[in-house]
């Protein structure tokens, strides 16, 4: 039943790869035909076609800029390439279940490896944001506009804030709105911290006062906020090595029992009613892992 049950997920997850491939030929064949109809771009300034970014999902784009990662054409049928050549090494090797794991365990593993990427660099942002946010107020208080002061402060800001505002520094150099540039930053990256900062310069440009004040109450809070987020890492680092080993005992019990009883997992290869238990245990500390995260989760 488990193996038919391999075979049938294995067979829908080719018809939607088919599907999804011949609907995304459809649609950059459509969007060739009205780049070249409109003449958006001279034919040497269009990038190769493997080289294109692609159009992505509003929940994966943000978090593959918040990683500054750029999925293109050519990247993206590589890795699917990879893929399915793991795939069918795992079914020529060890059969269904070991494929319908490969093909479900790589997208999580890579998904896992993206949103640890952006967490570590959005970290490292925050900290250094109001260091930035310093040295734009100190620019506007000697005399420069709030456009060159944003843009001039990127010179000596660190180079995880150069890195994420670099394209608005190129906007703002050739003339973009300064609450339009730095709206569209925070729309792309969707962190609470740059959002802060793109909704302060809007609304002192629509009603005026001081943006000097503004900006120093923002890097305090700003401050604040990285302090409280440091003392609730401190808080939870117990509970969440007391959790990374409630999750490694049970896999560390299979390999020590693998280990003084070779002959016991051939029971959850072989056997139907084994393959379904394995299945079972793996879904529940799937299942624990994620209750876990959740647990330890916070947000202020």
Do not use: C
């Amino acid at each position: 039943m488990v193996r038919g049950l391999a075979y049938l997920v294995l067979a829908l997850i080719t018809v939607a790869m088919t599907v999804v491939y011949f609907t995304g030929e459809r649609a950059r064949l459509f969007a060739d035909v009205d780049r070249r109809l409109a003449l958006l771009a001279p034919a040497d300034a269009v990038p190769a076609r493997g080289a294109r970014p692609l159009s992505l999902p509003v929940r994966i784009a943000p978090l593959l800029a918040q990683a500054q990662l750029e999925i293109t054409t050519h990247t993206l049928r590589l890795l699917v390439g990879v893929g399915l050549a793991l795939a069918v090494l795992a079914l020529l090797v060890a059969g269904p279940l070991a494929t319908l794991a490969v093909l479900v365990g790589l997208p999580m593993l890579a998904l896992a490896w993206v949103r640890q990427r952006a967490r570590k660099r959005v970290d490292q942002l925050i900290e250094a944001l109001p260091h930035y946010i310093d040295a734009v107020r100190q620019l506007q208080a000697v005399g420069n506009s709030l456009s060159q002061a944003l843009e001039r402060g990127l010179a000596d800001a660190p180079d995880i804030v150069k890195s994420f505002f670099a394209p608005a520094a190129r906007r703002l150099e050739m003339g973009a709105p300064v609450g339009d540039t730095m709206q569209q930053l925070a729309d792309r990256l969707q962190i609470p911290e740059v959002s802060m900062l793109a909704a302060a310069i809007k609304t002192n440009l629509r009603y005026g006062g001081s943006i000097s004040a503004v900006l120093r109450n923002l890097a305090h809070i700003l401050r604040e906020r990285v302090r409280v987020k440091w003392e609730l890492q401190a808080a939870t680092s117990e509970a969440k090595v007391s959790s990374r080993v409630l999750i490694a005992m049970p896999l560390l019990a299979m390999a020590l029992l693998m280990m003084m009883n070779p002959g016991y997992i051939l029971f959850f290869i072989n056997d139907p009613r084994g393959q379904t238990l394995a299945m079972v245990a793996l879904g529940l500390e799937a299942l624990g892992i994620l209750v876990l995260r959740r647990v330890l989760r916070l947000d202020f």
